[in-house]
């Protein structure tokens, strides 16, 4: 998947990663892939809720091992 | 309009006072107002040099704590504090507590508004969340 960014939350737990998201998210532009990168449990629901709440749409989930990828289309 | 979420803080140790930061700065980053109202024991933890313990026993297991969440990414106290601050939540420390408990403004973290408790129950009724942590 084509992302403009990545945030790597690996090792971070609840609410670091969501943090580092709506940090990062403010610098991106309209229609931009970000990538976040977590292995926190919490993650899995987290960053789905954060995109509902906030109007951004989650537009893939990988698993990698142990790793939680999510890739999020600012809006 | 934004959504808003009010927590109030009556106890000051360490459990009591990360919870709702953690959970503040969680909301403000998902679009949420904040604003945490700090009464009684939990006024003393927007003061400067706050450095709150875990309750009871748990007070001597207070910086292996601190320890763990550290390696975790989550700051001490003070660092938290100033990450919600950052993060846009409201502090808000209850007038007659400072009055009884001798506590002046210039104690207080900068940023901290003084609320009596009429202002702060507006708050709250405008909010669909509203928390009790302690």
Known sequence: MEKHA???AK?????????QLAKK???????????????????????PAWCARTGNQLVGTEEDGKTLKFYIKMK | ?????CMVVSEGTFDKAMMPLIMGTTAAAMGTEVHIFYTFF?????TKGAKPKLPGFWRLFTGMFEKR???????SHQETMQQAR???VNFYACSTTMGLMGIKESDLIPGTKVLGAAAFL?????SQTTLFIG
């Open chain 1, 6 to 8: 990545t945030i790597d």
């Open chain 1, 11 to 19: 090792g971070l737990m609840c609410p670091m990663p969501i943090v």
């Open chain 1, 25 to 47: 998210a403010k610098e991106m532009k309209s229609g931009q892939i970000l990538e976040l990168l977590a292995d926190d449990v919490g993650a899995k629901e987290d960053v």
């Open chain 2, 1 to 5: 309009m934004a959504d808003k979420l």
């Open chain 2, 42 to 46: 939990g006024t003393k933890l927007v």
């Open chain 2, 69 to 75: 969440m550290k390696a975790v990414g989550i700051g």
């Open chain 2, 86 to 88: 950052d993060m846009g």
């Open chain 2, 122 to 126: 507006k708050l709250a009724s405008e």
